[in-house]
């Protein structure tokens, strides 16, 4: 191998360089991320909740195309209890803290849904009420 | 050496012409056969113009397609009532308001009569006619030319009911639906909607800066039993009638069966769903 001196050293460098926000941040991955349970005490919800941490993205976009393109605006029965399609009017009603619990994971993971540019979180829903 | 060359050149010149006449030869050979499957297609063909004649050119009406009547003859002189109904429809789909009308965003409007009724006459036109705003939507066309012009199919008719629907999700904002449609129902997003909203209805959501928006019939509320929020809003003046258009029962079937009336541009071919009582 020729230039072998300059060759190892600068690989290891380099190494080092792209490895460097896990040294950095001292091979922690920071606090891992508590989204808060729904603050009215439901502890059902239309689907076990490991299937609903790997799976509600894929539901919300089933439920999303299911309303829109095919008016399949019925709603599904889950343990004898009804629950619109919906992110406003299902989900929202007992994880009514976005910032707590949407948040903390999408946050924590860097992704960004544009769920909110067009659906109201609760807090934003009330921001303006009607006033009569 | 010539000997071979002139045998080459032979063979080159009889596959050249092989090769050339060959589409020829396969059509002919092949044209028997397809003379023989041509009667059976001929049956149908005939079968089809049977059923035609009968219902004048105009398409059998299959599954539901819903319509909306405005019998503008009970809103002759009461534009406060034309308010109400648009108000309605602007609370409950969270439609910002702009002063500029630039940037209006419309589901159901005010319009005089040479602007809803552009391939009417308005020479001559009576006094209620000139005087008097038009209430004007989207059509919920049976052909309707923004659905064709959609590159991402965000508008599409939905088959089970004829209404004209958007998925916000989808739509990447390139305006050519409000190219498309001939009735002006469409509205662009140039600003985020929020900042021009008073209050929300927390039932429906919003739109997005840089999005078509239009009116959907209400398909939200009608999933819960409800009627179109305009027809609500003055419903105890009957000036607005809703509902299956294919169904002869229905009550918009027994006023269209009744009453003359006109549609929006209907030299289009867009077949609207809205008629008018003038």
């Not at chain 2, 009667?39 to 398409?59: L, N, Y």
């Not at chain 2, 702009?98 to 006459?121: C, G, H, L, M």
């Not at chain 2, 809703?242 to 030299?267: C, M, W, Y």
Request: charge should be neutral.
């Amino acid at each position: 191998m020729y230039n072998k001196r300059t060759v190892i050293p600068g690989l290891a460098i380099f190494v080092l360089f792209v490895t460097l926000p896990l040294w950095y941040n001292g091979l922690s991955a920071g606090p891992i991320p508590k989204p808060e349970l729904p603050p009215n005490g439901t502890k059902e919800c239309v689907a076990p909740a490991s299937e609903m941490r790997d799976n509600h993205m894929v539901l919300l976009n089933e439920w999303r195309d299911s309303v829109l393109r095919e008016s399949g605006r019925s709603s599904v029965s889950v343990g004898g209890k009804e629950y619109p399609k919906a992110l406003q009017l299902a989900c929202m009603e007992c994880h009514s803290n976005k910032e707590k619990f949407c948040d903390d994971c999408h946050t924590y993971a860097s992704v960004k849904p544009y769920c909110w540019d067009c659906h109201l979180t609760p807090v934003e829903a009330a921001s303006k009420k009607e006033t009569h | 050496m010539d000997n071979q060359r002139r045998k080459f050149l032979k063979m080159a010149g009889a596959t050249a012409l092989a090769g050339i006449s060959a589409p020829a030869v396969v059509k002919l050979t092949a044209s028997p056969a397809l003379a023989s499957s041509a009667p059976a297609g001929h049956g149908a063909a005939t079968q089809d113009s049977h059923a035609q004649p009968a219902a004048h050119g105009e398409e059998a009406p299959k599954g539901v397609r819903l319509g909306l009547l405005i019998d503008m003859r009970k809103l002759y002189g009461k534009p406060e009532l034309m308010d109400k109904a648009i108000a309605a429809c602007n609370k409950v789909h969270n439609i910002p308001h702009y002063d500029d009308r630039k940037n209006e965003i419309k589901w159901i409007w005010k319009t005089p009569f040479e602007n809803a009724f552009v391939d009417q006459s308005v020479y001559h036109s009576s006094k209620e006619t000139k005087e008097n705003d038009f209430l004007v939507l989207c059509n919920h066309c049976d052909e309707p030319p923004c659905v064709r012009v959609c590159p991402t199919k965000a508008t599409f008719r939905d088959e089970k009911n004829g209404i004209v629907a958007m998925d916000y999700h989808r739509c990447i904002g390139c305006r050519f639906c409000m190219m498309g449609c001939p009735y002006g129902a469409r509205s662009f997003n140039w600003f985020d909607p929020r900042d021009n909203i008073k209050e929300y209805n927390p039932k429906f959501p919003t739109r997005m800066r840089g999005v078509v928006e239009k009116c959907n019939f209400c398909g939200e509320r009608l999933a819960e039993g409800l009627e179109p929020a305009c027809l609500e809003a003055i419903k105890e003046t009957g000036a607005i009638v809703f509902g299956d258009i294919n169904d002869p029962n229905s009550e918009i079937s027994q006023v269209l069966a009744k009453e003359h009336t006109i549609q929006r541009n209907s030299s289009l071919g867009t077949k609207p769903s809205v008629f008018y009582i003038v």
